[in-house]
């Protein structure tokens, strides 16, 4: 007898524990002991019989016994067990007769529960027999445990294959098939042999009920060269075939079929799956679609499966089963820790269930009748022709002591490609009972016949004739002549139409036709680099690298239409017959994911490509904008754009793209992303022999082209797919092209370890998700080394549907979801750009303002045209350093300029603080002037003259970084008088000033002394309105002007400040000395000296305004002045008059400080 092996997919086991350790006893009677001894395997929970399974329905039905006072009162059921495995776990015909001796001669039990695999429960039915001990089991289906005087007392409450062959019988009967059938089964070395146990039962039935001829054959799953031979006997004997294998044999069997014209209109195929596997669905996939395993053919496999039907057990539909399930499921797993699933196994732990109470209630009716629990044949008997309702529904035992099995014909639905239950067989009745609403489909209508018309071999008679009339003869002849010369004919003028079309050169534009457009140059206007976010209609599509940046190809307009132009860098195209074809196919490419191809240029030195113009950009721009948002739903969208296209491509003319990554993806105005530069290889550029820009354009180019000395310029399908690997992953992780986790490596460095082929092969990382894990297998099957473990295109998209699943909306719903996400993207990008507008603005503003007045400054943001205006009274300043030649002549370029900035920025701080406008600095020489272009009435004068004693005083402290010993020397002019101001020039506009009053200011510089300010009579007069300065009378001065000049100073104290008037002095000549000084505030510690102070003689107080890190003895003392000379001169709205006598309003104005 041939020993069963180990299961496929069984994990090792420890061995199983000695039988005689396992003992279950349940609670009752004490009057009598009744023990069931259980043979099932203990360990290994692949078996539908395993004690996982069974033993929780044993417990449920000895439940329902002791809820039930009228079966077997006063007894208490045990059980015992043993195991029917070997140390590996595989049922055993040594293991389980073995178990069996040792439970009958420990226990004597009453009744055997088990075995269920055929070769164990062989020797045991056989055993039982001997020892007239009942066998009640829910498996052992062969044909063989029928035959009772070898396994008389052999109960089976479960399905049994002689049954199927009651189904098939009946099935023939029905539809008309009377004289053929063909049985396939699979062999397994080291199994059961499952297979060849349900197709003994179904031949030996079917040849009994029918007596027709029924041929069996047997194979090896897996082996492919037989499964050829096999089909090739199927097409030489048989049409109608049942078929028992695994569904993975049988998928492939089907498909095998179909390319061997095996089809569903004269074939059909049974697959006798009857614990229904195949409907299951494979993981990740819909049940009841047996053809579906998102491999790349199950467009193919469901068109075989219209030939296929699947028998399978019925599963009960009764309230007691779904009861008696979730029962079942809560024990296995309280008990076991054992997860039962849902599926056709479930039906054999609940025939152990009506199998037990029925032994039971046998049991009781024998000893109602005065028998014994050990009277096995009386017991057996009456469980025979019997019926009983269970949790199964009806149960009918027949005369042999085999239940009566019930089983389901499974039919495919030609619109939804699902499986669904169209026939049931009832075995109690032995009637096929349809399902309502459903029928079985046939591909023309009707079941084809169990044999062809006119036989296998054509042996029918009526189908061959010896001979054909003359007329018969006549009109063949003719016929044959008439097609053939209409197939002539017809490829004639194909021939013909083709020749034309390449002559007409349909494809050829002229470049005095293309118009060249505004778009290009605006774009070099506003850079290299833009973004999906900030294109709009007006922006370029095609992209080319040139270094490491995206430069847009040229646009022109063509018939009125704008267009993409690339330019073909070549001398010359010879319109050969191979580049009029290339250009023929360009032209009849359709697709909406493709480029449309407008046409070509040929005239040297014009010799380009007009494509359609795509305003949305590059999909490289897009993913690597940071600014732009994707989510999944938007990425999955783009990716199967790029699959529909590549899978037009692929199977057309064109054949493959040569050239794909992620640069030549495209969007339109649509959202919809379309493939360009494919075709037309006569036109390519030749590449640069080495380089950045070669390198950086072959990190999406397949390894096996990369080795090729001459690559071809089309490349390669599985090419194609490995490039569409690359752009996935940038699609996925936005981090660039051929992004390495942890490396910065150059493209030559990339492209070098590619080409050299490591193990494992270098590729970009994946650092994804874990619900895209699914994503990343994609990835990797793409850019696989091997090109033939690629996928093709047309299993991606099924496998990209399948990601996408729930996101698989119609076109107008993903086209709305873009541009939704598009427009948030634009408002986050608009409030973006705005904040960074008003910024600038801020900037430039500020700027203006420094560089002109703020009210002239003003009027040009208004747009208003500065007029020329003249201003009857403004003071202007004057000086220069003296000796600043000489010391520019001793010092190097860098730091004259470094002394030039700090001195004009201690300057600047200083003017800060005065009512002033800086008019402008030229080498040494500083311009300033007050009352302009804001008039402020006759203030100017004071505040140039504060403004200066100010500079004088910052400028003693200032110190020359590379001479800090060398102290500047200071000389200053101002003059008072009228003046025209305006802008003069449109670029670098300059507010500037004109009339005698510069001159005479300017002179009044040049014929001062060093520390000195030097000022006009004019200025003199305007300051005495004020009072609080001295001055002396320098004397007449030689100037190039009219006539001579009188002139003033201010005198400075001894300590360097200015001498103010005492305000009780009669005139102001008559001052004989100084009573009072302004002393130093620090090196241009200038943003303080916004105030004027000054204080009579005899208001002195004794505080210090001290320097920073200076002492009061290195200082003159600070005194009270009048509130209004103390306020800003912004604040002065009155200025109080001023006597030389003895004031009120000074001396209550007079305050410390």
């Given at each position: 007898?041939?020993?069963?092996?180990?299961?496929?997919?069984?994990?090792?086991?420890?061995?199983?524990?000695?039988?005689?350790?396992?003992?279950?006893?349940?609670?009752?009677?004490?009057?009598?002991?009744?023990?069931?001894?259980?043979?099932?395997?203990?360990?290994?929970?692949?078996?539908?019989?395993?004690?996982?399974?069974?033993?929780?329905?044993?417990?449920?039905?000895?439940?329902?016994?002791?809820?039930?006072?009228?079966?077997?009162?006063?007894?208490?059921?045990?059980?015992?067990?043993?195991?029917?495995?070997?140390?590996?776990?595989?049922?055993?015909?040594?293991?389980?007769?073995?178990?069996?001796?040792?439970?009958?001669?420990?226990?004597?039990?009453?009744?055997?529960?088990?075995?269920?695999?055929?070769?164990?429960?062989?020797?045991?039915?056989?055993?039982?027999?001997?020892?007239?001990?009942?066998?009640?089991?829910?498996?052992?289906?062969?044909?063989?445990?029928?035959?009772?005087?070898?396994?008389?007392?052999?109960?089976?409450?479960?399905?049994?294959?002689?049954?199927?062959?009651?189904?098939?019988?009946?099935?023939?009967?029905?539809?008309?098939?009377?004289?053929?059938?063909?049985?396939?089964?699979?062999?397994?070395?080291?199994?059961?042999?499952?297979?060849?146990?349900?197709?003994?039962?179904?031949?030996?039935?079917?040849?009994?009920?029918?007596?027709?001829?029924?041929?069996?054959?047997?194979?090896?799953?897996?082996?492919?060269?037989?499964?050829?031979?096999?089909?090739?006997?199927?097409?030489?004997?048989?049409?109608?075939?049942?078929?028992?294998?695994?569904?993975?044999?049988?998928?492939?069997?089907?498909?095998?079929?179909?390319?061997?014209?095996?089809?569903?209109?004269?074939?059909?195929?049974?697959?006798?799956?009857?614990?229904?596997?195949?409907?299951?669905?494979?993981?990740?996939?819909?049940?009841?679609?047996?053809?579906?395993?998102?491999?790349?053919q199950d467009v193919s496999a469901h068109q075989a499966f219209q030939a296929a039907?699947?028998?399978?057990?019925?599963?009960?539909?009764?309230?007691?089963?779904?009861?008696?399930?979730?029962?079942?499921?809560?024990?296995?797993?309280?008990?076991?820790?054992?997860?039962?699933?849902?599926?056709?196994?479930?039906?054999?732990?609940?025939?152990?269930?009506?199998?037990?109470?029925?032994?039971?209630?046998?049991?009781?009716?024998?000893?109602?009748?005065?028998?014994?629990?050990?009277?096995?044949?009386?017991?057996?008997?009456?469980?025979?022709?019997?019926?009983?309702?269970?949790?199964?529904?009806?149960?009918?035992?027949?005369?042999?002591?085999?239940?009566?099995?019930?089983?389901?014909?499974?039919?495919?639905?030609?619109?939804?490609?699902?499986?669904?239950?169209?026939?049931?067989?009832?075995?109690?009745?032995?009637?096929?009972?349809?399902?309502?609403?459903?029928?079985?489909?046939?591909?023309?209508?009707?079941?084809?016949?169990?044999?062809?018309?006119?036989?296998?071999?054509?042996?029918?008679?009526?189908?061959?004739?010896?001979?054909?009339?003359?007329?018969?003869?006549?009109?063949?002849?003719?016929?044959?002549?008439?097609?053939?010369?209409?197939?002539?004919?017809?490829?004639?003028?194909?021939?013909?139409?083709?020749?034309?079309?390449?002559?007409?050169?349909?494809?050829?534009?002229?470049?005095?036709?293309?118009?060249?457009?505004?778009?290009?140059?605006?774009?070099?206007?506003?850079?290299?680099?833009?973004?999906?976010?900030?294109?709009?209609?007006?922006?370029?599509?095609?992209?080319?690298?040139?270094?490491?940046?995206?430069?847009?190809?040229?646009?022109?307009?063509?018939?009125?239409?704008?267009?993409?132009?690339?330019?073909?860098?070549?001398?010359?195209?010879?319109?050969?017959?191979?580049?009029?074809?290339?250009?023929?196919?360009?032209?009849?490419?359709?697709?909406?994911?493709?480029?449309?191809?407008?046409?070509?240029?040929?005239?040297?030195?014009?010799?380009?490509?007009?494509?359609?113009?795509?305003?949305?950009?590059?999909?490289?721009?897009?993913?690597?904008?940071?600014?732009?948002?994707?989510?999944?739903?938007?990425?999955?969208?783009?990716?199967?754009?790029?699959?529909?296209?590549?899978?037009?491509?692929?199977?057309?003319?064109?054949?493959?793209?040569?050239?794909?990554?992620?640069?030549?993806?495209?969007?339109?105005?649509?959202?919809?992303?379309?493939?360009?530069?494919?075709?037309?290889?006569?036109?390519?550029?030749?590449?640069?022999?080495?380089?950045?820009?070669?390198?950086?354009?072959?990190?999406?180019?397949?390894?096996?082209?990369?080795?090729?000395?001459?690559?071809?310029?089309?490349?390669?399908?599985?090419?194609?797919?490995?490039?569409?690997?690359?752009?996935?992953?940038?699609?996925?992780?936005?981090?660039?092209?051929?992004?390495?986790?942890?490396?910065?490596?150059?493209?030559?460095?990339?492209?070098?370890?590619?080409?050299?082929?490591?193990?494992?092969?270098?590729?970009?990382?994946?650092?994804?998700?874990?619900?895209?894990?699914?994503?990343?297998?994609?990835?990797?099957?793409?850019?696989?080394?091997?090109?033939?473990?690629?996928?093709?295109?047309?299993?991606?998209?099924?496998?990209?549907?399948?990601?996408?699943?729930?996101?698989?909306?119609?076109?107008?719903?993903?086209?709305?979801?873009?541009?939704?996400?598009?427009?948030?993207?634009?408002?986050?990008?608009?409030?973006?750009?705005?904040?960074?507008?008003?910024?600038?603005?801020?900037?430039?503003?500020?700027?203006?303002?420094?560089?002109?007045?703020?009210?002239?400054?003003?009027?040009?943001?208004?747009?208003?045209?500065?007029?020329?205006?003249?201003?009857?009274?403004?003071t202007i300043y004057f000086s220069d350093i003296v000796g600043f030649t000489a010391?520019?002549?001793?010092?190097?370029?860098?730091?004259?300029?470094?002394?030039?900035?700090?001195?004009?920025?201690?300057?600047?701080?200083?003017?800060?603080?005065?009512?002033?406008?800086?008019?402008?600095?030229?080498?040494?020489?500083?311009?300033?002037?007050?009352?302009?272009?804001?008039?402020?009435?006759?203030?100017?004068?004071?505040?140039?003259?504060?403004?200066?004693?100010?500079?004088?005083?910052?400028?003693?402290?200032?110190?020359?970084?590379?001479?800090?010993?060398?102290?500047?020397?200071?000389?200053?002019?101002?003059?008072?008088?009228?003046?025209?101001?305006?802008?003069?020039?449109?670029?670098?506009?300059?507010?500037?000033?004109?009339?005698?009053?510069?001159?005479?200011?300017?002179?009044?510089?040049?014929?001062?002394?060093?520390?000195?300010?030097?000022?006009?009579?004019?200025?003199?007069?305007?300051?005495?309105?004020?009072?609080?300065?001295?001055?002396?009378?320098?004397?007449?001065?030689?100037?190039?002007?009219?006539?001579?000049?009188?002139?003033?100073?201010?005198?400075?104290?001894?300590?360097?400040?200015?001498?103010?008037?005492?305000?009780?002095?009669?005139?102001?000549?008559?001052?004989?000395?100084?009573?009072?000084?302004?002393?130093?505030?620090?090196?241009?510690?200038?943003?303080?000296?916004?105030?004027?102070?000054?204080?009579?003689?005899?208001?002195?107080?004794?505080?210090?305004?001290?320097?920073?890190?200076?002492?009061?003895?290195?200082?003159?003392?600070?005194?009270?002045?009048?509130?209004?000379?103390?306020?800003?001169?912004?604040?002065?709205?009155?200025?109080?008059?001023?006597?030389?006598?003895?004031?009120?309003?000074?001396?209550?104005?007079?305050?410390?400080?």
């Amino acid at each position: 007898m041939l020993r069963p092996g180990r299961p496929a997919g069984a994990l090792p086991l420890p061995p199983p524990p000695p039988p005689l350790l396992l003992l279950l006893l349940l609670p009752g009677s004490q009057a009598g002991n009744l023990t069931v001894a259980v043979v099932l395997p203990l360990a290994n929970t692949s078996y539908p019989w395993s004690w996982a399974r069974v033993g929780p329905a044993v417990e449920l039905a000895l439940a329902a016994v002791r809820a039930q006072p009228d079966l077997l009162p006063g007894w208490t059921v045990r059980t015992v067990l043993g195991s029917s495995e070997n140390a590996l776990g595989v049922c055993s015909d040594t293991a389980a007769p073995l178990a069996a001796v040792d439970l009958k001669w420990e226990h004597s039990p009453a009744v055997f529960l088990g075995p269920g695999c055929v070769y164990a429960a062989a020797p045991v039915g056989r055993f039982t027999a001997h020892w007239r001990v009942p066998l009640l089991t829910a498996g052992a289906p062969a044909l063989g445990f029928g035959a009772k005087d070898e396994y008389a007392l052999t109960t089976r409450a479960g399905p049994s294959h002689a049954k199927l062959g009651d189904l098939v019988a009946a099935l023939h009967r029905r539809l008309g098939w009377e004289r053929r059938a063909l049985v396939l089964y699979a062999y397994r070395p080291g199994d059961d042999q499952p297979c060849f146990f349900v197709v003994e039962g179904l031949y030996v039935r079917v040849r009994e009920r029918l007596n027709i001829t029924v041929d069996h054959l047997e194979f090896a799953e897996g082996d492919l060269d037989q499964y050829a031979l096999l089909l090739h006997t199927v097409r030489r004997q048989g049409r109608v075939i049942y078929i028992c294998s695994s569904p993975d044999a049988f998928r492939t069997l089907m498909l095998l079929a179909m390319e061997a014209g095996l089809s569903g209109e004269d074939y059909v195929f049974f697959h006798l799956d009857l614990f229904g596997h195949s409907l299951q669905g494979a993981p990740g996939l819909a049940p009841h679609r047996p053809w579906e395993r998102g491999d790349g053919q199950d467009v193919s496999a469901h068109q075989a499966f219209q030939a296929a039907k699947i028998i399978t057990y019925k599963e009960p539909e009764n309230p007691e089963y779904l009861e008696f399930l979730q029962q079942l499921k809560h024990l296995a797993h309280e008990q076991f820790n054992f997860t039962v699933e849902d599926g056709l196994v479930n039906t054999i732990p609940a025939s152990f269930h009506d199998g037990l109470l029925l032994y039971v209630q046998a049991v009781t009716e024998t000893l109602a009748h005065g028998g014994a629990v050990t009277d096995g044949e009386a017991i057996t008997q009456r469980m025979r022709n019997r019926s009983f309702q269970g949790v199964t529904g009806y149960l009918k035992m027949d005369s042999n002591g085999d239940r009566e099995t019930d089983f389901s014909l499974w039919d495919m639905h030609p619109e939804t490609g699902t499986f669904r239950v169209v026939l049931n067989y009832n075995g109690t009745s032995q009637e096929l009972v349809a399902v309502p609403g459903r029928k079985l489909s046939w591909p023309l209508g009707y079941p084809p016949p169990d044999i062809p018309k006119c036989g296998f071999d054509n042996e029918d008679p009526a189908c061959s004739q010896d001979h054909f009339s003359t007329l018969e003869v006549l009109a063949l002849v003719g016929s044959l002549s008439l097609l053939s010369i209409l197939t002539v004919s017809f490829f004639i003028y194909r021939k013909m139409q083709l020749e034309k079309e390449l002559a007409s050169e349909l494809w050829r534009v002229r470049w005095e036709d293309v118009q060249p457009s505004s778009l290009e140059r605006h774009l070099r206007s506003t850079g290299s680099r833009l973004t999906l976010s900030g294109r709009g209609s007006n922006y370029g599509s095609l992209l080319t690298t040139e270094g490491q940046f995206q430069v847009f190809a040229k646009t022109a307009y063509y018939k009125g239409n704008l267009v993409a132009v690339k330019r073909v860098n070549r001398k010359r195209i010879e319109l050969t017959r191979k580049v009029l074809f290339e250009l023929k196919h360009m032209r009849d490419v359709q697709n909406e994911h493709l480029t449309r191809f407008v046409g070509a240029c040929t005239d040297p030195p014009n010799i380009c490509i007009l494509t359609e113009y795509c305003p949305r950009g590059s999909l490289q721009d897009i993913l690597e904008n940071e600014g732009i948002t994707l989510d999944w739903m938007f990425r999955y969208s783009l990716t199967n754009d790029i699959v529909k296209g590549m899978l037009f491509l692929h199977n057309g003319a064109i054949c493959s793209h040569g050239n794909l990554k992620s640069s030549n993806c495209v969007v339109d105005g649509r959202f919809v992303l379309k493939i360009t530069d494919f075709g037309l290889e006569s036109f390519r550029d030749p590449e640069p022999e080495q380089g950045h820009i070669l390198y950086a354009k072959k990190l999406w180019t397949a390894p096996e082209l990369l080795r090729m000395a001459s690559p071809p310029a089309r490349g390669s399908q599985a090419g194609d797919v490995y490039s569409f690997g690359i752009i996935l992953q940038e699609i996925a992780l936005r981090s660039g092209v051929f992004h390495v986790e942890g490396l910065d490596l150059s493209p030559k460095e990339i492209v070098e370890r590619v080409t050299r082929g490591e193990q494992p092969p270098f590729r970009p990382s994946l650092a994804l998700q874990s619900h895209l894990e699914e994503l990343g297998q994609l990835m990797q099957r793409c850019w696989a080394e091997e090109p033939q473990e690629r996928p093709p295109f047309q299993q991606i998209r099924l496998m990209l549907r399948k990601f996408n699943r729930e996101s698989s909306s119609n076109i107008l719903d993903n086209l709305l979801s873009r541009m939704e996400q598009y427009a948030n993207n634009l408002e986050e990008l608009v409030e973006e750009r705005t904040q960074a507008y008003l910024e600038e603005k801020r900037r430039a503003e500020a700027l203006l303002y420094q560089i002109l007045p703020h009210s002239v400054a003003e009027q040009l943001k208004r747009g208003e045209t500065v007029q020329a205006e003249a201003f009857d009274s403004v003071t202007i300043y004057f000086s220069d350093i003296v000796g600043f030649t000489a010391l520019s002549a001793q010092s190097t370029p860098m730091q004259v300029v470094t002394l030039l900035n700090d001195l004009y920025t201690c300057f600047d701080a200083v003017i800060d603080n005065f009512d002033v406008y800086k008019v402008e600095t030229i080498g040494d020489a500083y311009m300033v002037v007050s009352g302009l272009p804001v008039r402020n009435g006759l203030l100017h004068a004071r505040e140039v003259a504060r403004m200066a004693l100010a500079l004088l005083d910052a400028v003693r402290s200032f110190r020359i970084r590379h001479r800090p010993q060398e102290e500047l020397r200071l000389r200053i002019g101002i003059h008072t008088g009228p003046v025209c101001a305006g802008v003069v020039g449109l670029k670098m506009p300059r507010y500037c000033l004109f009339g005698d009053t510069v001159n005479t200011a300017s002179r009044m510089e040049s014929n001062g002394e060093a520390l000195k300010i030097h000022l006009s009579s004019e200025t003199k007069a305007v300051l005495e309105e004020f009072g609080g300065f001295e001055l002396e009378l320098r004397g007449d001065v030689e100037m190039k002007v009219e006539k001579k000049a009188p002139a003033l100073t201010i005198p400075w104290g001894p300590r360097g400040g200015y001498l103010p008037p005492d305000p009780f002095s009669s005139n102001l000549t008559a001052i004989p000395k100084p009573v009072l000084s302004f002393g130093n505030v620090g090196r241009c510690a200038t943003p303080h000296l916004n105030r004027l102070f000054f204080s009579p003689p005899g208001q002195r107080q004794s505080s210090h305004l001290l320097a920073p890190g200076g002492t009061g003895e290195q200082h003159s003392r600070l005194t009270c002045l009048p509130s209004w000379l103390s306020l800003p001169w912004a604040e002065v709205t009155e200025v109080p008059d001023l006597s030389l006598t003895h004031s009120p309003a000074i001396a209550k104005g007079s305050e410390n400080v």
